[in-house]
Protein backbone atom coordinates (compact mmCIF):
# COMPACT_ATOMS: atom_id res chain seq x y z
CA UNK A 1 0.00 0.00 0.00
CA UNK A 2 2.89 2.32 0.51
CA UNK A 3 4.20 1.88 -3.01
CA UNK A 4 0.58 2.42 -4.59
CA UNK A 5 0.46 6.01 -3.00
CA UNK A 6 3.83 7.00 -4.78
CA UNK A 7 2.53 5.59 -8.26
CA UNK A 8 -0.60 7.11 -7.77
CA UNK A 9 0.13 10.55 -6.97
CA UNK A 10 3.04 10.13 -9.50
CA UNK A 11 0.76 9.70 -12.51
CA UNK A 12 -1.33 12.67 -12.06
CA UNK A 13 1.79 15.24 -13.16
CA UNK A 14 0.75 14.64 -17.04
CA UNK A 15 2.90 17.45 -18.43
CA UNK A 16 6.21 17.16 -16.08
CA UNK A 17 8.80 14.05 -15.80
CA UNK A 18 9.78 13.62 -12.27
CA UNK A 19 12.84 11.42 -11.65
CA UNK A 20 14.99 11.04 -8.46
CA UNK A 21 19.48 11.91 -8.14
CA UNK A 22 21.57 12.38 -6.04
CA UNK A 23 24.25 14.72 -5.55
CA UNK A 24 27.35 11.91 -5.55
CA UNK A 25 26.00 12.07 -9.48
CA UNK A 26 25.10 15.32 -10.95
CA UNK A 27 26.36 13.88 -14.63
CA UNK A 28 22.90 12.56 -14.57
CA UNK A 29 20.73 15.67 -14.51
CA UNK A 30 20.35 16.21 -18.52
CA UNK A 31 19.87 19.85 -19.77
CA UNK A 32 16.02 21.31 -19.62
CA UNK A 33 15.58 19.73 -16.03
CA UNK A 34 16.04 21.68 -12.82
CA UNK A 35 16.48 20.06 -9.12
CA UNK A 36 14.47 20.85 -5.83
CA UNK A 37 16.62 20.49 -2.97
CA UNK A 38 15.18 18.55 -0.07
CA UNK A 39 14.65 21.62 1.79
CA UNK A 40 12.26 22.92 -0.52
CA UNK A 41 8.39 22.30 -0.30
CA UNK A 42 7.60 19.21 -2.03
CA UNK A 43 5.69 15.41 -0.83
CA UNK A 44 7.82 13.37 1.63
CA UNK A 45 7.36 10.13 -0.65
CA UNK A 46 8.86 11.14 -3.57
CA UNK A 47 12.11 12.47 -1.29
CA UNK A 48 12.68 9.34 0.48
CA UNK A 49 13.10 5.67 -1.08
CA UNK A 50 12.36 2.56 -0.11
CA UNK A 51 15.00 2.06 1.92
CA UNK A 52 14.81 5.17 4.52
CA UNK A 53 17.70 5.07 6.32
CA UNK A 54 19.83 5.24 3.02
CA UNK A 55 17.39 7.87 2.22
CA UNK A 56 18.40 10.24 5.30
CA UNK A 57 22.36 9.42 4.66
CA UNK A 58 22.66 10.58 1.18
CA UNK A 59 20.72 14.07 0.16
CA UNK A 60 18.02 13.46 -2.59
CA UNK A 61 17.23 15.91 -5.09
CA UNK A 62 14.07 15.74 -6.97
CA UNK A 63 14.48 16.78 -11.08
CA UNK A 64 11.75 18.07 -12.69
CA UNK A 65 11.48 17.92 -16.79
CA UNK A 66 9.32 20.53 -18.44
CA UNK A 67 7.21 18.63 -21.14
CA UNK A 68 8.27 18.93 -24.80
CA UNK A 69 6.22 20.99 -27.36
CA UNK A 70 4.68 17.48 -29.15
CA UNK A 71 2.84 16.99 -26.28
CA UNK A 72 0.62 20.85 -26.49
CA UNK A 73 -2.61 20.27 -28.42
CA UNK A 74 -2.42 22.91 -31.25
CA UNK A 75 -5.07 22.15 -33.27
CA UNK A 76 -7.40 25.00 -32.31
CA UNK A 77 -4.72 27.61 -34.45
CA UNK A 78 -4.38 25.61 -37.45
CA UNK A 79 -7.73 27.19 -39.16
CA UNK A 80 -6.43 30.51 -37.85
CA UNK A 81 -4.93 32.46 -40.54
CA UNK A 82 -3.53 35.70 -38.66
CA UNK A 83 -2.58 37.71 -41.62
CA UNK A 84 -6.38 37.34 -43.04
CA UNK A 85 -8.26 40.50 -43.05
CA UNK A 86 -11.78 39.92 -41.16
CA UNK A 87 -14.72 41.80 -42.60
CA UNK A 88 -16.94 43.70 -40.33
CA UNK A 89 -20.67 42.97 -41.09
CA UNK A 90 -22.86 45.34 -38.74
CA UNK A 91 -26.69 44.94 -38.46
CA UNK A 92 -29.12 46.76 -40.46
CA UNK A 93 -30.47 49.93 -38.31
CA UNK A 94 -34.05 49.13 -38.10
CA UNK A 95 -36.78 50.96 -40.39
CA UNK A 96 -37.85 54.98 -39.52
CA UNK A 97 -34.01 55.05 -37.84
CA UNK A 98 -32.36 58.34 -37.94
CA UNK A 99 -29.20 59.47 -36.91
CA UNK A 100 -28.60 62.02 -34.35
CA UNK A 101 -26.37 64.52 -35.60
CA UNK A 102 -22.52 64.54 -35.36
CA UNK A 103 -21.64 67.36 -32.28
CA UNK A 104 -18.99 69.08 -34.53
CA UNK A 105 -21.84 69.68 -36.98
CA UNK A 106 -23.86 71.67 -34.14
CA UNK A 107 -23.90 75.36 -34.16
CA UNK A 108 -21.42 76.68 -31.42
CA UNK A 109 -22.67 77.78 -28.30
CA UNK A 110 -22.14 80.80 -26.50
CA UNK A 111 -20.92 81.76 -23.13
CA UNK A 112 -24.09 82.36 -21.69
CA UNK A 113 -25.11 79.03 -22.42
CA UNK A 114 -22.02 77.36 -21.47
CA UNK A 115 -21.99 79.33 -18.34
CA UNK A 116 -25.49 78.48 -17.84
CA UNK A 117 -24.54 74.45 -17.83
CA UNK A 118 -21.98 74.93 -15.46
CA UNK A 119 -24.31 76.91 -12.83
CA UNK A 120 -26.44 74.03 -13.36
CA UNK A 121 -23.87 71.44 -12.72
CA UNK A 122 -21.87 72.92 -9.98
CA UNK A 123 -23.92 75.67 -8.52
CA UNK A 124 -24.34 78.95 -8.96
CA UNK A 125 -20.90 79.76 -6.31
CA UNK A 126 -18.79 77.91 -8.66
CA UNK A 127 -18.23 81.25 -10.96
CA UNK A 128 -19.05 83.69 -8.87
CA UNK A 129 -21.73 84.86 -10.77
CA UNK A 130 -25.67 83.90 -11.60
CA UNK A 131 -26.59 83.82 -15.01
CA UNK A 132 -29.58 81.61 -14.11
CA UNK A 133 -30.58 84.02 -11.24
CA UNK A 134 -29.67 81.92 -8.16
CA UNK A 135 -28.00 83.56 -4.77
CA UNK A 136 -24.26 82.80 -5.27
CA UNK A 137 -23.79 82.99 -1.91
CA UNK A 138 -26.00 79.91 -0.92
CA UNK A 139 -23.98 76.57 -2.04
CA UNK A 140 -26.57 74.20 -3.46
CA UNK A 141 -27.57 70.58 -1.77
CA UNK A 142 -25.89 68.75 -5.09
CA UNK A 143 -22.75 70.55 -4.73
CA UNK A 144 -22.22 69.54 -0.77
CA UNK A 145 -19.70 67.01 -0.10
CA UNK A 146 -20.98 63.41 0.68
CA UNK A 147 -17.82 62.25 2.07
CA UNK A 148 -15.14 62.59 3.85
CA UNK A 149 -14.75 63.54 7.89
CA UNK A 150 -17.78 64.82 9.74
CA UNK A 151 -19.79 64.64 6.80
CA UNK A 152 -21.78 61.63 7.22
CA UNK A 153 -25.49 61.66 6.41
CA UNK A 154 -27.37 61.58 9.11
CA UNK A 155 -30.83 60.04 9.55
CA UNK A 156 -33.80 62.11 8.29
CA UNK A 157 -36.67 62.64 11.12
CA UNK A 158 -39.58 60.78 10.15
CA UNK A 159 -42.49 62.97 9.74
CA UNK A 160 -45.33 61.56 11.07
CA UNK A 161 -46.78 64.71 13.17
CA UNK A 162 -45.02 63.55 15.97
CA UNK A 163 -42.67 65.73 18.13
CA UNK A 164 -39.72 64.26 20.74
CA UNK A 165 -39.04 65.68 23.70
CA UNK A 166 -35.46 64.09 25.34
CA UNK A 167 -36.12 63.56 29.56
CA UNK A 168 -33.33 62.55 30.70
CA UNK A 169 -29.48 61.37 29.36
CA UNK A 170 -27.71 59.33 31.75
CA UNK A 171 -24.08 57.71 31.64
CA UNK A 172 -24.40 54.03 32.31
CA UNK A 173 -21.91 51.09 32.91
CA UNK A 174 -22.20 47.66 32.57
CA UNK A 175 -19.35 45.36 34.21
CA UNK A 176 -17.95 42.77 31.80
CA UNK A 177 -15.49 40.55 32.72
CA UNK A 178 -13.02 42.41 30.53
CA UNK A 179 -14.10 45.72 32.52
CA UNK A 180 -16.88 48.49 32.15
CA UNK A 181 -18.36 48.82 28.67
CA UNK A 182 -19.52 52.74 28.79
CA UNK A 183 -22.76 53.46 26.99
CA UNK A 184 -25.33 56.18 27.38
CA UNK A 185 -29.23 55.92 28.25
CA UNK A 186 -31.71 58.32 26.57
CA UNK A 187 -35.67 58.44 28.14
CA UNK A 188 -37.56 60.47 24.76
CA UNK A 189 -41.39 61.40 25.06
CA UNK A 190 -43.27 61.18 21.60
CA UNK A 191 -46.72 63.00 20.79
CA UNK A 192 -48.50 64.89 18.40
CA UNK A 193 -50.31 66.91 21.33
CA UNK A 194 -53.71 65.61 19.79
CA UNK A 195 -54.21 62.78 22.64
CA UNK A 196 -51.27 60.47 22.17
CA UNK A 197 -48.32 60.14 23.75
CA UNK A 198 -45.64 57.78 24.05
CA UNK A 199 -42.60 57.23 26.65
CA UNK A 200 -39.50 55.04 25.10
CA UNK A 201 -35.92 54.55 26.52
CA UNK A 202 -32.65 53.53 24.21
CA UNK A 203 -29.03 52.64 25.02
CA UNK A 204 -25.98 53.41 22.82
CA UNK A 205 -22.56 54.51 22.62
CA UNK A 206 -23.64 57.64 21.55
CA UNK A 207 -25.75 60.20 22.75
CA UNK A 208 -27.07 61.24 18.97
CA UNK A 209 -27.82 57.25 18.79
CA UNK A 210 -29.61 56.55 21.80
CA UNK A 211 -31.66 59.36 21.39
CA UNK A 212 -32.78 57.90 17.51
CA UNK A 213 -33.47 54.13 19.11
CA UNK A 214 -35.44 55.58 22.43
CA UNK A 215 -37.95 58.02 20.15
CA UNK A 216 -38.37 54.90 18.03
CA UNK A 217 -39.02 52.51 21.01
CA UNK A 218 -41.62 55.37 22.35
CA UNK A 219 -43.24 55.01 18.84
CA UNK A 220 -44.21 51.41 19.38
CA UNK A 221 -46.03 52.56 22.83
CA UNK A 222 -48.43 55.06 21.88
CA UNK A 223 -51.36 55.73 23.37
CA UNK A 224 -54.35 57.43 23.65
CA UNK A 225 -55.05 59.92 26.02
CA UNK A 226 -58.93 60.58 27.07
CA UNK A 227 -59.47 64.37 27.20
CA UNK A 228 -62.85 66.73 27.74
CA UNK A 229 -63.37 69.50 25.32
CA UNK A 230 -62.05 71.88 28.05
CA UNK A 231 -58.24 69.43 27.11
CA UNK A 232 -58.55 68.10 30.40
CA UNK A 233 -58.83 64.77 32.12
CA UNK A 234 -62.69 63.54 32.57
CA UNK A 235 -62.12 62.35 35.84
CA UNK A 236 -59.49 61.93 39.02
CA UNK A 237 -56.82 58.79 38.53
CA UNK A 238 -53.53 57.69 40.10
CA UNK A 239 -50.78 55.13 38.59
CA UNK A 240 -47.34 53.64 39.65
CA UNK A 241 -44.76 51.95 38.74
CA UNK A 242 -42.01 50.55 40.46
CA UNK A 243 -41.44 52.80 43.86
CA UNK A 244 -42.98 55.46 41.76
CA UNK A 245 -46.29 56.92 42.15
CA UNK A 246 -47.95 59.36 40.02
CA UNK A 247 -51.93 61.70 40.98
CA UNK A 248 -53.46 62.95 38.41
CA UNK A 249 -56.41 65.61 38.89
CA UNK A 250 -58.39 67.60 35.84
CA UNK A 251 -58.47 71.31 36.25
CA UNK A 252 -60.47 73.78 34.95
CA UNK A 253 -60.13 75.77 32.20
CA UNK A 254 -57.28 78.59 32.43
CA UNK A 255 -55.40 76.22 34.73
CA UNK A 256 -52.45 75.29 33.01
CA UNK A 257 -50.68 72.53 33.60
CA UNK A 258 -49.19 72.31 37.00
CA UNK A 259 -46.87 69.56 37.56
CA UNK A 260 -43.38 69.11 37.33
CA UNK A 261 -40.65 66.70 36.10
CA UNK A 262 -41.14 63.62 33.77
CA UNK A 263 -45.03 64.01 34.05
CA UNK A 264 -45.37 67.38 33.01
CA UNK A 265 -43.61 66.69 29.48
CA UNK A 266 -45.36 63.68 29.38
CA UNK A 267 -49.07 65.67 29.69
CA UNK A 268 -47.88 68.40 27.39
CA UNK A 269 -46.74 66.01 24.45
CA UNK A 270 -49.90 64.70 24.88
CA UNK A 271 -51.95 67.89 24.38
CA UNK A 272 -53.05 68.21 27.64
CA UNK A 273 -54.00 71.70 28.72
CA UNK A 274 -55.37 71.50 31.93
CA UNK A 275 -54.45 69.43 34.33
CA UNK A 276 -52.95 68.86 37.79
CA UNK A 277 -49.85 66.46 38.59
CA UNK A 278 -47.81 65.20 41.56
CA UNK A 279 -45.32 62.95 42.23
CA UNK A 280 -45.23 60.56 45.29
CA UNK A 281 -42.12 58.55 46.09
CA UNK A 282 -39.59 57.69 43.83
CA UNK A 283 -38.19 60.55 41.73
CA UNK A 284 -36.62 58.26 38.75
CA UNK A 285 -37.42 60.42 35.89
CA UNK A 286 -38.02 56.78 33.92
CA UNK A 287 -40.44 55.75 36.85
CA UNK A 288 -42.43 58.56 36.90
CA UNK A 289 -43.39 58.72 33.05
CA UNK A 290 -44.24 54.98 32.99
CA UNK A 291 -46.23 55.92 35.87
CA UNK A 292 -47.91 58.79 34.43
CA UNK A 293 -49.02 56.44 31.36
CA UNK A 294 -50.15 54.00 34.13
CA UNK A 295 -52.48 56.45 35.23
CA UNK A 296 -53.65 57.74 31.61
CA UNK A 297 -54.39 54.52 30.85
CA UNK A 298 -56.80 54.25 33.94
CA UNK A 299 -58.94 56.71 32.53
CA UNK A 300 -62.36 56.38 30.67
CA UNK A 301 -64.62 58.20 28.98
CA UNK A 302 -68.14 59.33 30.08
CA UNK A 303 -69.65 57.59 26.66
CA UNK A 304 -67.92 54.61 27.04
CA UNK A 305 -68.33 53.75 30.95
CA UNK A 306 -72.12 54.66 29.83
CA UNK A 307 -71.94 52.28 26.78
CA UNK A 308 -70.23 49.37 28.93
CA UNK A 309 -73.74 49.97 31.77
CA UNK A 310 -76.32 50.40 28.89
CA UNK A 311 -77.57 53.06 30.05
CA UNK A 312 -78.06 57.28 28.36
CA UNK A 313 -75.01 59.42 29.55
CA UNK A 314 -77.31 61.42 31.48
CA UNK A 315 -77.64 59.11 34.16
CA UNK A 316 -74.57 58.68 35.24
CA UNK A 317 -74.71 61.57 37.94
CA UNK A 318 -77.88 60.94 39.21
Not at 21 to 33: I, L, Y
Not at 88 to 100: H, L
Not at 167 to 184: E, H, M, Y
Not at 281 to 290: D, H, Q, Y
Request: with cysteine; proline share 7%.
Amino acid sequence: MAAAAPAATLSSFSSLSIRLSSHSSPSSSSAGAFALPKSSFCPSFLLSSGNTTAARKKPTLLVIHAAKSDDIDTSFFDEVNPNEDISFDPPAPPEGYVPPVPFYELPPESEDEVAAAYEEMYGPGYSGVSILGNDIYVMDSKVKKSSGFGTQKRKEKVKDGFEERVVQVRRVTKVVKGGKQLQFRAIVVVGNKQGQVGVGVGKAKEVVAAVEKSAVNARRNIITVPMTKYSTFPHRSDGDYGAAKVMLRPASPGTGVIAGGAVRIVLEMAGVDNALGKQLGSNNALNNARATVVAIQKMRQFREVALQRGIPMEELWK
